[in-house]
């Protein structure tokens, strides 16, 4: 038995047994996100250092008594989560920081953070008897979906822009999974999935929608305080397309909290692309949500002109007293380069997104010399190979001899 208690609308607060409602909230529609409601008292009793010090398990299924989920899918057996959180050796430094770590979902079995949400889609589904699954796709969400369906076992339909990066187009035909590629944006993706889900009964992973993406996304926040000896981040930097990560970054801190594992919220610093900002410019101006229809940025991850958990998002970010801080495109491709040659990390646009925002808030004095900062690296460079090329100009070439080498070197290559 899981220790969830109930799901609760996030716009009109009606709370649902858990198998009542599938996905969101029937009388407010898709902007009535549901939230997982857990029983505090009964999880602390069985879930506590002692227990976390002697569970052999390194991957996501370590917190399994905070998950929506009965078991590990047994079908499931690629690892997922249990990423490293590696302590800056020059980028911290270079920015006047002392305690900067560096989170790397990369790491993950398809390379982004999204596998943790992925590996409850499974669970759920097998749990509900489902074999076909169907998501929306910026690109991670699907070559995730597409690849722990295919260690699963059962199927998966997926609907991603044409334009997405080609590394994540090879993940997801590599995968093997039924590939639509939409002539259009990630949003109409979206909607489109949102459809054939309707008229083909598929079980849906798309995020807001499905109300159990955010708890698997918030293993990586427990996670992070397990690897910093349950001491808490000051601040957590996280880049925003719907606003899922974020939510989940906040709901792993609250579950800490409320288990008295972790003694403070860290402030959640959520960053977006200049073309794309609509949660940001929601949490700078304290007005409701504008959508773009037409947003643009080279970090594809991130490019979600309609935010799916825009609500819940923009609450999470204002109640851990965070902030919103947006990004140059220029910037984001210069990150990439300043996180690869300072710390040997790989970062795919949208991840470094979230380094550009840390090079930005310590140039104006947000961040702190003793800030305890943790910097989400949300997906591997090697998905977007295009953008990557872009770092550092043009590579040498040179004719297969010495003087060549000796030349360039002299002249201070
Ligand atoms: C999905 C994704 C994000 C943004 O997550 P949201 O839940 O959409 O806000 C950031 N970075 C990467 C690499 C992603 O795949
Ligand atoms: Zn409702």
């Keep these: 038995m899981t220790s969830v208690l109930r799901l609760k609308c996030m716009k009109c607060g009606t709370e649902y047994d858990p198998g009542e409602s599938r996905y969101v909230c029937p009388k407010c529609g898709n902007d009535g996100i549901l939230e997982v409601l857990y029983d505090y008292d009964r999880i602390r009793r069985n879930f506590t250092r002692r227990t976390l010090q002697n569970d052999p398990e390194f991957s996501m299924w370590r917190y399994l008594a905070l998950l929506p989920v009965e078991r590990r899918p047994t079908s499931l057996t690629l690892q997922i989560g249990w990423t490293p959180l590696y302590a800056s050796q020059r980028v911290g430094p270079a920015l006047g920081l002392d305690h900067v770590w560096f989170k790397d979902d990369g790491r993950n079995p398809t390379a982004s953070l999204k596998d943790r949400a992925s590996a409850i889609a499974i669970a759920k589904a097998a749990e509900l008897g489902e074999h076909v699954l169907t998501a929306a796709t ?59 889900t309707e008229q083909f009964g598929w079980y849906n992973r798309n995020t807001a929608f499905n109300p159990y993406m955010v708890e698997g996304k918030k293993t990586v926040a427990l996670e992070i305080a397990e690897q910093l000896a349950f001491e808490a981040p000051d ?46 410019e929601a949490v700078i101006s304290g007005k409701p949500i504008t959508y773009l229809e037409d947003p643009t940025s080279c970090a594809d991850s991130i490019v979600a002109g309609i935010p799916r958990n825009h609500l819940m998002a923009v609450r999470d970010i204002r109640a851990s007293a965070g902030l919103a801080v947006t990004v140059s495109d220029d910037e984001i491709i210069d990150a990439i380069g300043f996180l690869g040659r300072n710390e040997g990390i790989f970062a795919e646009p949208a991840a470094a997104a979230s380094v550009a925002a840390l090079r930005k808030l ?52």
């Excluded at 969400?141 to 994540?168: C, T």
Aim: charged share 20%.
């Design 138 to 196: 910026t690109g991670n969400a699907g070559s995730s979906l597409a690849g722990l369906a295919a260690n699963a076992g059962v199927e998966a339909y997926i609907f991603a822009p044409a334009s997405a990066p080609a590394g994540k187009i090879a993940q997801l035909r590599v995968f093997g999974s039924h590939l639509f590629l939409v002539d259009g944006n990630y949003d109409q993706a979206f909607d489109l999935c949102m459809e054939a």
């Design 235 to 280: 601040k957590v930097i996280v880049p925003v397309g719907d606003g899922c990560i974020i939510s989940g970054a906040a709901k792993g801190f609250r579950d800490l909290l409320a288990i008295g594992l972790i003694d403070h919220m860290p402030e959640l610093i959520a960053v977006q692309a200049e073309g794309c900002a609509p949660i940001a």
């Design 362 to 413: 310590a140039d104006s004095g947000d961040l702190h010399k003793d800030d305890r900062t943790v910097v989400l690296i949300t997906g591997n460079g090697l998905k977007d190979v295009q953008n990557a090329l872009k770092v550092n100009g043009t590579a040498m070439t040179i004719p297969p001899r010495i003087d060549a080498v000796e030349r360039a070197i002299a002249e201070g290559f």
